[in-house]
């Protein structure tokens, strides 16, 4: 039953189980930098698993955007806007200064 | 067996981190969390095209190697037989690069319209934004 | 406050609401592809028909009817065969570099910007970099139609290059060297045009001679018997470019990354000329 199991497949295996894992770290996270850093491991998980595939066009491709783009523009739109993100309206109202107490 | 279980597993996480992202874009209340969210959910749609076309064995990129500017010599059927029984399909390749740039034009846009968003109502809570046009047409 | 507790109640019937639409719509969406056909669990042993005819005729040199004279299948096939659909999402890309305009559209540009970036470590260390990057960035975009790589690759690392410099550099080392928002649109506005004037270009020749020719249309065929040619005869040696995919890469080089080194432009400036320049206190 236990027939022989490539390099090629555990390979595989591995890198979506770091983007699975790293894709739910960023949406639980409330401090938005720790996120985009997570989605930036993400990013290379992904370019690992495209050389795998037999892609050598999308690898020089994802790279330059996925990795390096897409890190920088939201930590832009974050030093221009805000940083953390709150889970309940009361917290967010508080933040603002709103006497919120009932 | 084991093989499988193997190959089962890959294109379930794919569909599994298509579902996170579906349901992080719309339950988290940031609009930068919306963002990140769903450039994850168009690089994840690229990936599973590529996995669609590739075949068992030996697996090779779909490019004929060894040409170089001063070195062409005249291929024939014989050896593009040998080539394209080892290469992976090219068309899922091709409509992926496409769909690369385009979804890095959808998000320089998105990202310009959300600091104007934040200049005009102070705050980036899609909640909060809700409440002050309330408070403000009132 | 009555407010507060009535919000509370109505977040979690929402997201018990959004939660079961989320698992419906990825449970109907993952059996349709599994129940279709489109993947088969291990992978399929050989290629599809349309893979396999594909990779038979781009370069077959004893059948010159189909080819397209390039040993690099998807960059042959992104030009060649299906070209139009590659100056549509160029023309995409286009509508996100207006709205880069539309964050500073009332912005006088100046050169009161000093180069002020990090510790002089890491300036020289981007400088040295600075030089090395954009070479391999044209080398990728150069050799598109023989090795993996073409316009849209090499142009998007150049503008990597470009970001560092913004970064470590400071934004005045752009400004002194009068890197105007104009200039660099100019320049893409530039790659555009060529790419138009090499699609439209057989067409209207065919048009004067008689002939049919299509848009896009880069080799000789016998129903349209016009094309770029393939080897050029340089003093014995014979260089092999790809009818017009050498020049559309180098065309489409030049769009991507004067496009995208605006686009980060814009996202550097100050905050205080971006709230001025976007034009929302009025």
């Given at each position: ?81 805000e940083n953390h993100e709150y889970e309940s309206l009361e917290e967010a109202l508080k933040a603002m200064g709103v006497n919120v107490d009932e | 067996m084991i093989n499988e279980i193997l190959w ?58 060894g040409i170089s500017f001063t070195n062409h010599p005249q291929v024939g059927t014989a050896e593009l037989d040998v080539f394209s029984y080892e290469a992976v399909d090219p068309i899922p390749q ?45 | ?52 005819f594909y990779l038979r005729t781009t370069y077959n040199w004893e059948f010159k009817w189909l080819w397209s004279s390039s040993p690099e299948i998807v960059t042959s096939i992104l030009w060649d ?202």
């Amino acid at each position: 039953m236990i027939e022989q199991v490539s390099l090629y497949t555990l390979l595989l295996t591995l890198f979506m189980t770091y983007a699975i894992i790293l894709t739910y770290k960023t949406l639980t996270e409330t401090n938005l930098v720790k996120a985009i850093i997570y989605s930036a491991g993400q990013a290379i998980a992904y370019t690992l698993a495209l050389i795998l595939l037999a892609a050598p066009d999308l690898v020089l491709a994802y790279v330059a955007v996925g990795v390096g783009m897409y890190t920088a523009l939201f930590l832009f739109v974050v030093s221009r806007t805000e940083n953390h993100e709150y889970e309940s309206l009361e917290e967010a109202l508080k933040a603002m200064g709103v006497n919120v107490d009932e | 067996m084991i093989n499988e279980i193997l190959w089962s597993y890959i294109y379930a996480s794919v569909i599994a981190i298509i579902a996170i992202t579906v349901y992080g874009m719309a339950s988290r209340p940031h609009i930068t969390k919306k963002l990140i969210m769903l450039s994850i959910l168009s690089d994840t749609a690229c990936l599973m095209a590529v996995l669609i076309g590739i075949h068992s064995g030996t697996i090779k990129p779909p490019v004929f190697p060894g040409i170089s500017f001063t070195n062409h010599p005249q291929v024939g059927t014989a050896e593009l037989d040998v080539f394209s029984y080892e290469a992976v399909d090219p068309i899922p390749q091709v409509l992926v690069v496409t769909a690369i740039v385009i979804g890095l034009a959808v998000l320089l846009f998105l990202s310009y319209i959300a600091i104007l968003l934040y200049q005009k109502y102070g705050t980036l809570d899609v909640r909060l934004i809700e409440l002050k046009r309330e408070w403000d047409s009132v | 406050m009555s407010r507060s507790k009535g919000m509370k109640n109505r977040d979690i019937t929402k997201e018990i609401i959004v939660a079961i639409f989320a698992s419906l719509l990825i449970i109907v969406f993952a059996s349709a592809i599994l129940f279709s056909g489109a993947i088969a669990i291990p992978p399929q042993p050989t290629n599809r028909p349309l893979a396999s005819f594909y990779l038979r005729t781009t370069y077959n040199w004893e059948f010159k009817w189909l080819w397209s004279s390039s040993p690099e299948i998807v960059t042959s096939i992104l030009w060649d065969h299906r070209g139009i659909d590659t100056v549509y999402e160029t023309s995409v890309f286009f509508f996100a570099i207006i709205g880069a305009l539309m964050l500073i559209r009332s912005y006088k540009g100046g050169s009161k910007y000093k180069a002020v970036g990090m510790s002089i470590i890491a300036r020289s260390i981007t400088k040295i970099t600075l030089v090395s990057i954009p070479v391999i960035a044209l080398s990728i975009a150069i050799h598109g139609h023989l090795t993996p790589g073409g316009g849209f690759q090499g142009g998007s690392v150049f503008a990597v290059s470009t970001l560092l410099a913004i970064i470590a550099l400071g934004l005045g080392f752009f400004m002194e060297r009068r890197w105007t928002e104009h200039r660099l649109l100019g320049l893409r506005t530039l790659g555009l045009m060529i790419i138009g004037f090499i699609a439209i270009s057989l067409p209207i020749i065919g048009f004067f001679k008689g002939y049919s020719g299509y848009i896009m249309q880069n080799q000789w065929k016998p129903w349209s018997p016009l094309g770029f040619g393939y080897v050029f005869n340089l003093s014995g040696i014979e260089i092999l470019y790809s009818g017009s995919l050498l020049f559309l890469n180098l065309a489409e080089f030049l769009a991507v990354s004067a496009g995208l080194t605006l686009a980060f432009i814009a996202l550097a400036l100050p905050k205080e000329d971006i709230r001025k320049g976007g034009g929302l206190d009025d």
